[in-house]
């Protein structure tokens, strides 16, 4: 059975989470940006991040991330159009972060608002694509020399800035997450072995009881 106070933990942090803000890594290729990224959103309560790549050693590059982190999960795309149409249809705003003659200081948007925001690859910035389907681009201001900052600095300043907006407005202080996502999410993190058994054989989680401990089912 796992730690009672891990269990809480867990809990506690699947109470937070901001189902409706999220982050495109929009071929994203480093892998310490990757891991950045994706601790930065964990750490801002984001439960799901996307990544898109153009190229087979930027999605091995995606897919080696996704597979290193258990507390939030990084879904791979292959079509960047449909990704954010989705998005889109699900309601959220579409932030591009770039640095361009129609971009907005991102302190001045409001992220309480479902938010999907775009990140661009190292090199070339987000791809014309992601440009064209934004709503809105958005900079972070820069008063020196250097053009842009480091893509995982720009993600967590502005995620960041969404946490502080959230915050104030409450949106940390009740679970967003219905009861039933919250508990599978609940079970999956706390026995990661036992839940993909019991999906693998298309059976439901047990109940969980406030310690973290549960009735084990029974063998069919
Ligand atoms: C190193 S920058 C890319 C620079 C690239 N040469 C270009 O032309 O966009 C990587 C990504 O970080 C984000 N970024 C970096 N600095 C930023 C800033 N000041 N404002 C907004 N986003 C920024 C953008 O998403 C950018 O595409």
Request: glycine content about 4%.
């Amino acid at each position: 059975m796992i730690n009672p106070d891990r269990f809480r933990k867990i809990r506690n942090l699947l109470e937070q989470r901001q189902p409706d803000l999220t982050l495109v890594m929009d071929n994203v290729n480093k892998p310490h940006n990757l891991a950045a990224i994706i601790r930065s959103c964990d750490a801002a309560g984001i439960g799901t991040l996307h990544a898109i790549s153009t190229t087979s050693s930027i999605r091995k590059k995606q897919k080696t991330a996704a597979g290193a982190n258990r507390w939030t999960q990084l879904q791979l795309h292959d079509s960047l159009p449909q990704l954010l149409r989705t998005l889109r249809n699900d309601g959220m705003q579409l932030l591009a972060a770039d640095y361009n003659s129609r971009s907005v200081d991102f302190r001045s948007v409001d992220y309480t608002q479902p938010t999907a925001l775009i990140m661009g690859a190292e090199k070339f910035g987000p791809s014309d694509t992601s440009l064209e389907l934004a709503d809105q681009c958005i900079h972070i201001p820069m008063h020196g020399m250097v053009e842009s900052l480091n893509v995982s600095v720009a993600a967590a300043l502005i995620l960041f800035e969404a946490e502080r907006q959230r915050k104030t407005a409450g949106l940390y202080d009740t679970p967003s997450l219905t009861a039933t996502e919250l508990h599978d999410k609940l079970f999956e993190l706390s026995y990661p072995a036992i839940s993909e058994k019991l999906r693998m054989l298309g059976r439901p989680y047990p109940s969980l009881r406030d310690d973290g401990s549960f009735e084990e089912p029974a063998e069919e």
